[in-house]
């Protein structure tokens, strides 16, 4: 019985990391349009504010959710041994760092794109 709960809590939780994956690129594909506007503003929108605030959110649950799947992999010897969870733990790590530094390129990219239209204006 213990297994088999524990091979719930893994599928539970996979999916909501799974889900909130998703939800990341949604908001990066939001985020990363604010700096092709053809006229950036000299200061970030509150949209923008609100994007950057809802992304950081989403990465902290997935780090959470994460660090959920982590703690039940090693409790548990049945999902231990599986070669399967193991890899899919270590590329939900992956992708977490990937976004990570992909939030931290588009701020940026951001702050470069204001810069340059703030010195094209002054």
């Given at each position: 019985?213990?297994?088999?709960?524990?091979?719930?809590?893994?599928?539970?939780?996979?999916?909501?990391?799974?889900?909130?994956?998703?939800?990341?690129?949604?908001?990066?594909?939001?985020?990363?349009?604010?700096?092709?506007?053809?006229?950036?503003?000299?200061?970030?929108?509150?949209?923008?504010?609100?994007?950057e605030?809802?992304?950081?959110?989403?990465?902290?649950?997935?780090?959470?959710?994460?660090?959920?799947?982590?703690?039940?992999?090693?409790?548990?010897?049945?999902?231990?041994?599986?070669?399967?969870?193991?890899?899919?733990?270590?590329?939900?790590?992956?992708?977490?760092?990937?976004?990570?530094?992909d939030?931290?390129?588009?701020?940026?990219?951001?702050?470069?794109?204001?810069?340059?239209?703030?010195?094209l204006?002054?």
């Amino acid at each position: 019985m213990a297994a088999n709960s524990g091979n719930t809590g893994w599928a539970q939780l996979r999916q909501q990391a799974r889900s909130l994956e998703s939800q990341t690129e949604t908001l990066f594909h939001t985020y990363s349009q604010f700096s092709t506007v053809s006229t950036i503003p000299p200061k970030p929108t509150e949209d923008e504010r609100t994007t950057e605030a809802k992304l950081q959110d989403v990465l902290e649950k997935r780090e959470s959710v994460v660090s959920q799947l982590t703690r039940l992999l090693e409790s548990d010897p049945t999902l231990t041994s599986s070669a399967l969870k193991q890899n899919n733990l270590s590329l939900l790590r992956d992708k977490l760092a990937d976004h990570k530094r992909d939030l931290v390129r588009l701020r940026a990219t951001l702050s470069q794109a204001r810069d340059r239209a703030n010195l094209l204006t002054n």
